[in-house]
């Protein structure tokens, strides 16, 4: 069946109807061949007519120009109770110049479920009029799969949701960046998000679903949560849901369970990307020896084509528990348990160390050296070595993210920012652009630091530091490994800050490609500072920061001797003994540049 004309009428609409249908089954499908090329061809659309219901629903729509071929169209059409047709509508604004055509309509499981003579076992359930055989899993899931509804009899309203009347005991989260919205008919932008719900099938039912437009941002989250439920240990609670992820920029849709109410729980299950223009079931399994909540929790992706919709969740065998899962006591940041210092006669210039009470020089706190024989004078400093194998950043802090944690309501997650990262949290597709593997153990199980450039915005800066070093000697230097790989990778810089006086002392820009680089930074002598790591976000989120294996080597400052220099040392002026070799050798090895004096 094809349209041929060339016409300049206004608002011109060529209907082809199908003839009458008295009901579908469940897994009903259709699929068809079209073809619509031409200059000015127009827009199609397939409308669903049903008996009793005045406004038609869009099942599937193209627009203008699709090439000189013909592609497939494949509709989800359900369960249909009631009569209704389909009609193909070719709408063409103005002057029509082109050709539409349409071939081989196909209907696939459309008829009711065939009746069974017998139907025994524990995990199957015979329908009442029909006489259909089913799983036991359909039954109580909010779809007819019966074709007689005995399937859905009986059925606890308090484990089922299909929003037709709101979110029925589910609750959005408030630790979210965003609210799931509740919707009838098709999502605002085109080419993504369902046309109809999965409950009726129409434009009178409703579904929940996310908005990736603005403002929304790549990886802003929004999370619905379950009722709490009781426990299962030798039996298994089953949930069952519908999801429709159709857009180029979909990203990920997940399913978590958490027995303690502020965390985020254990990841259950998970999927990615575009899954096409339909509602597709999943079925978990879940055991828990403690009362536990669901949270489905759906992520933006890097554009508006990514909404992602839910309908029909329930649950099988589950019992709801009286009561409120427990919560984890957090200490607010920047708070700490008051040091009991031992007996001692130090000044305020002087460090006490913690085991003798002794008193050493505060400049000789954090200069790489222990003076206390308990090491104390050490430690909340700069570690010599880091691996961040202990899951630690080693004393490296962010004092911005403090700052921005005290006094912003934005939750920090979404900030440009350093952090603890694996190999094995990588979702698929990552590794492209994060390291699979740490440095150390060279596994996907070893930790590293890294920045998420899903995060924040091209140009934005992601500063960790040091603790304050009082003094380091004249060979010291920082060696860290350091991955920079994907295709818009931004810059990594090492600074050298003392007080408000920064400077730049390395920097790295641009793919290095997928391996860790070593990297060796000189420091020498320098007193009272931090060392700086400054990683700089690209013009998309391809493009992850890591190092690892941080090592402070030589940094330990000079030792004034007991004892005169030998005749093969030379005796800096600041009495230091250095070997005679390193004379006039461009380098401080006395620390005051008394090695380096040309009157020698």
Partial sequence: MFILKN???????????????????????????????????????????????????????????????????????????????????????????????????????????????????????????????????????????????????????????????????????????????????????????????????????????????????????????????????????????????????????????????????????????NQGNRWIRQTLHINSSKPFQILVEGTIGDGFTGDIGIDDLSFLSCTLYNGNLPAISTTPAGTSVPVTLPMNNCTEEEFVCRASGNCIQMTKKCDFRPDCSDKSDEASCAMEMCNFEDKSLCGWYQAALEETSETDSIHSTNIFKWGLGRGAYLFPGQEKHSPSVDHTRFTEEGWYLFTDSSFGKFGQTADIATPVISLTGPKCKMVFWNYMSGATVGSLQVHSKSGNITSKLWAQSGNQGAQWNRAEVFLGVRSSFQVVLRAIRGVSYMGDVAVDDITFEDCSPLLIPDRPCTVEEFTCANKYCIPKDNLCDFVNDCADNSDENPNI
């Fill in 7 to 273: 016409s300049s009428n206004i608002s011109q609409v060529a209907q082809l109807r199908s003839p009458k249908f008295s009901q579908t089954g469940s897994n009903c499908t259709m699929s068809f061949w079209y073809y619509n090329y031409g200059l000015s061809v127009g827009a199609a659309e397939m409308q669903l007519l049903v008996d009793g219901l005045e406004e038609p629903t869009v099942l599937w729509r193209i627009y203008y120009n699709q090439g000189n071929q013909w592609l497939k169209a494949f509709i989800q059409l359900g369960r249909l109770p009631h009569p209704f047709q389909l009609s193909l509508d070719k709408i063409s604004l103005g002057f029509y110049d082109g050709v539409s055509a349409i071939d081989d309509i196909t209907f696939e499981n459309c008829a009711l479920p065939t009746p069974a003579i017998s139907c025994e076992g524990p995990d199957r359930f015979w329908c009442k009029v029909t006489k259909a055989c089913i799983d036991s899993l359909l039954v109580c899931d909010l779809v007819d799969n019966c074709g007689d509804g005995s399937d859905e009899d009986n059925c606890n309203p308090d484990l089922q949701c299909n929003f037709e009347n709101g979110l029925c005991n589910w609750e959005q989260d408030t630790e979210d960046d965003f609210d799931w919205i509740r919707k009838q008919g098709p999502t605002p932008t085109l080419n993504t998000g369902p046309f109809k719900d999965h409950t009726l099938g129409t434009v009178r039912g409703h579904y929940l679903y996310m908005e990736s437009s603005e403002p929304y941002v790549f990886q802003n989250k929004a999370v619905l949560v379950s009722p709490v439920f009781s426990p299962y240990v030798n039996e298994t609670c089953i949930f069952r849901f519908h999801y429709h992820m159709f857009g180029k920029q979909v990203y990920k849709l997940s399913v978590l369970q958490r027995t303690v109410s502020n965390t985020k729980g254990q990841l259950l299950w998970y999927k990615f990307g």
